[in-house]
């Protein structure tokens, strides 16, 4: 039928990752929670979400040591095509050796012999292992180097880090109900040419309270809209929307702040349906504000 996106492809956009100069895609694949639990036992399923997200000209991904067996399966994944995406991973160790033994492990398992973006995994020990990081740079193992915090109210310390001039990016969540970033990190990463990475898009969507009401938790949001979701959210369809999650995504695309946004998926056609919010027709500011006003 007419909303079986994954047998289309969609016309990516790309943004640039900040000073890094790096073309990302608009929407990446974060790994953090559906590689978790599913590289271990299912891996074929991740390996055919990465291929599903090259066949749709998305180039970001992004992962953790910490991320179970993320990094082991997406080099597996990336086997030959390396050179078709930007490759971003973490490190979450707080001093300098330990920080490196990390790096050179992330390498192995990811099988290559650059990481194009290496973050400070929740600033853990930044002060510390930067030094240890920018010398991996030096060697030309590490490409460009970059900060991650999933805890809003430490944008007091990500903001001291992002004023080092240490750091060319930039992760943090971003989504309806979060938008504490506006206040102070975004208007800084643009003075800055700090590249803008947002982390879990869709929390709105997993939390009865939210935004989708008269949505089942369960289904994550995901239904198409005018199919029973939320009526409060019927307009959406108007600007190529077919289900709330495509307008989050879209509503995030809206600030040019952002560089790109990486939903972590385990079911393959979320990839071609994520893709689908990049049609080249973004959202006026007026119906982002009517989104934002749902959750006021």
């Not at 086997?79 to 001093?95: F, I, M, N, P, S």
């Not at 990390?102 to 194009?116: A, F, G, N, P, Q």
Request: charged share 25%; net charge negative; with cysteine.
């Amino acid at each position: 039928g007419e909303h079986r996106a994954a047998a289309r492809r969609y016309e990516i956009e790309y943004r640039t990752l900040g000073s890094t100069g790096l073309r990302v895609s608009e929407i990446g694949v974060g790994t953090s929670l559906s590689f978790r639990a599913a590289a271990a036992s299912d891996e074929d399923l991740c390996i055919s979400i990465i291929h599903e997200a090259l066949a749709q000209n998305i180039n970001f991904i992004d992962t953790a040591p910490v991320y179970g067996e993320s990094e082991r399966v997406l080099g597996k994944a990336l086997e030959g095509r390396r050179g078709e995406v930007v490759l971003a991973t973490k490190v979450w160790q707080t001093d300098g050796a330990s920080a490196r033994s990390s790096v050179e492990r992330s390498l192995k398992l990811l099988r290559t012999d650059v990481i194009d973006l290496l973050q400070i995994h929740n600033m853990a020990g930044w002060r510390e292992i930067t030094p240890t990081l920018q010398k991996l740079k030096e060697e030309g193992l590490v490409r460009h180097i970059g900060i991650t915090d999933r805890q809003p109210e430490n944008y007091g310390e990500v903001v001291e880090a992002m004023r080092t001039g240490a750091y060319e990016t930039i992760q943090i969540p971003y989504f309806l109900g979060e938008t504490s970033c506006r206040a102070e990190v975004l208007p800084l990463a643009r003075e800055m040419n700090m590249g803008v990475i947002v982390m879990r898009p869709f929390s709105q969507l997993m939390s009865r309270e939210s935004l989708l009401r008269g949505v089942e938790a369960s289904s994550g949001g995901r239904q198409l809209l005018g199919a029973g979701a939320d009526e409060a959210l019927s307009f959406l369809i108007d600007h190529g929307c077919e289900t709330p999650g495509q307008g989050l995504l879209k509503h995030l695309l809206a600030d040019p702040a952002v560089s790109s946004i990486i939903p972590a998926t385990s079911k393959t056609d979320r990839i071609a349906e994520n893709a689908a919010a990049l049609d080249g027709n973004p959202l006026p500011p007026e119906v982002c504000e009517r989104i934002e006003s749902l959750v006021a």
